[in-house]
């Protein structure tokens, strides 16, 4: 996952793909897996800069717990997708970044 633009530190990463609600964007951004589940995660669009709140813990923005899962799941009945060794297909780097081939 080196193509993929995101944190930089050493641990455990997660990759996250998402679309800007604001200018419509697809995107993906290497995560660390700590701060997800311990820390704030806060991710700026490529394109139009606007950034979105992915997690917080602490309390920092939201209320602490928070997290784009649980969102999802309350406001539209949907959660995150999750990408696991049983649904998990091939997928190259410009597919991960929304290039166009």
Not at 44 to 54: D, E
Not at 68 to 78: A, F, M, R, S
């Amino acid at each position: 996952f080196s193509d993929i633009p995101g944190i930089q530190s050493e641990g455990p990463k997660l990759v996250l793909m998402f679309t800007c609600n604001v200018c419509d964007t697809r995107s993906a951004k290497k995560i660390s897996k700590n701060s997800y589940e311990n820390g704030v995660v806060i991710v700026r669009c490529g394109q139009c800069k606007n950034l979105h709140l992915i997690a917080d813990r602490i309390g920092m923005v939201e209320e602490k717990g928070w997290d784009i899962n649980k969102y999802l799941q309350q406001t539209q009945n949907q959660g995150v997708k999750h990408i696991t060794d049983e649904n998990l297909f091939e997928l190259s780097a410009d597919d991960f970044l929304g290039l166009k081939k």
